[in-house]
């Protein structure tokens, strides 16, 4: 099993619309976990940390459920500026010295 | 936003040669890391460092070594290039103490000829 596993897509969706991209890791130690952002030929960067169960910023929602080893990133009314790789990352070793893992992207595509 | 850099951005070189990769940062981080991503694949950490003097080999196995004789600065050597090396190298570095958020450089895109 991957240490950190996400729906590759692509998510073809119409702007407006409601977006959920899920992710799931297999180190039941992890301490902390984020949503990167990377366009195409670009480098990521940093759209959200996800805080204990969770955290909004705009439309943009990070959920965190321990138990289930399970993150999800929920984008609302969706512009044609967040077609994009979304990465699921994961600090496996927890606290700072650990070393983060990524997850292979989930790709989105917002049409007119 | 984070202020990190990378050159060169593009580079084409012929095989056998002899290059280095620069990152360098200018907000103190202690954490600094290279990765390696073809295009529409993951990225893959191929070396880390904790600090000055301190560093270590990534996931991914890589020819390439490094050096950490500054804080700010951390660069990637290829003693001898190939085409296999071909590929995007992004630098990365961590400052936080609980969470590790990373902040990415712009990359270098390598083709080795």
């Known amino acids: 099993r991957k240490e950190v596993e996400q729906d590759p897509g692509p998510f073809n969706v119409p702007e407006g619309a409601t977006v959920a991209f899920n992710c799931t890791y297999s180190?039941?130690?992890?301490?902390?976990f984020f949503w990167y952002r990377q366009d195409c030929r670009k480098e990521p960067k940093l759209l959200m940390s996800?805080?204990?169960s969770g955290n909004e910023d705009g439309r943009f929602t990070a959920q965190l459920n321990r138990a289930s080893q399970y993150i999800s990133l929920l984008i609302r009314d969706s512009k044609l500026s967040d077609s994009a790789t979304y990465l699921c990352?994961?600090?496996?070793?927890?606290?700072?010295?650990?070393?983060?893992?990524f997850g292979k992207g989930t790709k989105l595509s917002v049409k007119p | 936003e984070a202020d990190i850099y990378q050159t060169p951005r593009y580079l084409v070189i012929g095989t056998g040669k002899k290059i280095t990769l620069e990152c360098s940062q200018t907000m103190g981080h202690d954490k600094m890391y290279w990765y390696q991503q073809d295009p529409g694949m993951e990225l893959h950490l191929i070396h880390y460092?904790?600090?000055?003097?301190?560093?270590e080999k990534g996931d991914l196995s890589s020819e390439s070594t490094v050096s950490r004789i500054r804080t700010e600065h951390f660069p990637l050597t290829l003693e001898s290039a190939r085409p296999s090396h071909t590929s995007q190298y992004l630098c990365?570095?961590?400052?936080?103490?609980?969470?590790?958020?990373?902040?990415f450089g712009p990359g270098t895109r390598l083709t080795v000829l």
């Open positions: 180190n039941s130690a992890s301490q902390s």
């Open positions: 460092s904790y600090g000055v003097n301190s560093t």
């Open positions: 990352v994961v600090n496996t070793n927890g606290g700072s010295q650990g070393n983060l893992i």
């Open positions: 996800v805080y204990s």
């Open positions: 990365a570095s961590s400052g936080t103490p609980t969470y590790n958020e990373q902040f």
